[in-house]
């Protein structure tokens, strides 16, 4: 499974938007790109998912430029609730071996 | 209902011991898995199974066994625990392949004395 790069820790503000990028140069071709969040004493959760271009639901949005070779997770005017650690992860589908490794995720706080 | 149950949400015990958790999940999903979140974060995967059979099993010592019943139940039976052990494990499912994310439990958090 590609590797993936992303800043260990991020500060923000409630109202702001929130980019956070993600490297995977070494992306393969039927890998897909997710995003997870993890709360404090939670289990990770699933945001976003996506192959190419523009991903958006009610969450966030996922960029992913036309090489693949990085992403960014959007989070629209943040609130104190989006404090939490969020992970990008690569990997192929349709194989019931299919496996998350998780990095180490960016573990964004956001300020009043 | 929640998705991915498991229990106990907290254990405590001595080395030596051995201990069991369990994990159940109503989703009709055909994967099940146990990831181990230790004290620096890192969640690190360590058994999958599709539909009761064993799929994935990462460098985990022998003392781990995980066992499914049915493809709605991933236990992970834990033999002579050791201080090492001490972890946030968490389970999770999927369908096949996993193309629409896992669905994590909200852990156990396992603490050996």
């Known amino acids: 499974l590609a590797k993936t790069t992303q800043p260990i820790s991020m500060d923000s503000y409630e109202g702001q938007e929130v980019n956070i990028t993600c490297s995977h140069n070494?992306?393969?071709?039927?890998?897909?790109i997710t995003w997870y969040q993890q709360f404090p004493s939670q289990g990770p959760r699933f945001i976003i998912q996506?192959?190419?271009t523009k991903v958006t639901n009610e969450v966030a949005s996922l960029f992913i430029p036309a090489d693949r070779k990085s992403s960014t997770l959007s989070l629209p005017r943040v609130s104190l609730s989006d404090t939490a650690v969020y992970y990008c992860?690569?990997?192929?589908?349709?194989?019931?071996?299919?496996?998350?490794?998780f990095g180490s995720g960016t573990r964004l706080l956001v300020r009043p | 209902d929640t998705a991915v149950s498991q229990t106990p949400k907290y254990l405590v015990t001595q080395m030596g011991n051995d201990k069991s958790i369990k994990c159940e999940q109503n989703?009709?999903?055909?994967?099940m898995y146990w990831y181990k979140q230790d004290s620096k974060k890192f969640l690190k995967i360590m058994f999958s199974?599709?539909?009761?059979?064993?799929?994935i099993n990462e460098t985990v010592p022998n003392r781990f066994s995980p066992k499914s019943p049915d493809k709605a139940h991933l236990n992970l039976h834990i033999n002579s625990l050791e201080l090492g052990d001490s972890a946030v494990y968490f389970c999770?499912?999927?369908?096949?392949?996993?193309?629409?994310?896992?669905?994590f439990g909200s852990g156990t958090r396992l603490t050996v004395v």
């Open positions: 992860l690569v990997g192929g589908l349709m194989d019931s071996s299919y496996k998350l490794i």
């Open positions: 996506g192959y190419k």
């Open positions: 199974y599709n539909n009761k059979e064993l799929i």
């Open positions: 989703l009709g999903h055909d994967t």
């Open positions: 070494n992306i393969a071709t039927n890998d897909y």
């Open positions: 999770a499912s999927s369908e096949q392949g996993a193309q629409y994310g896992y669905t």
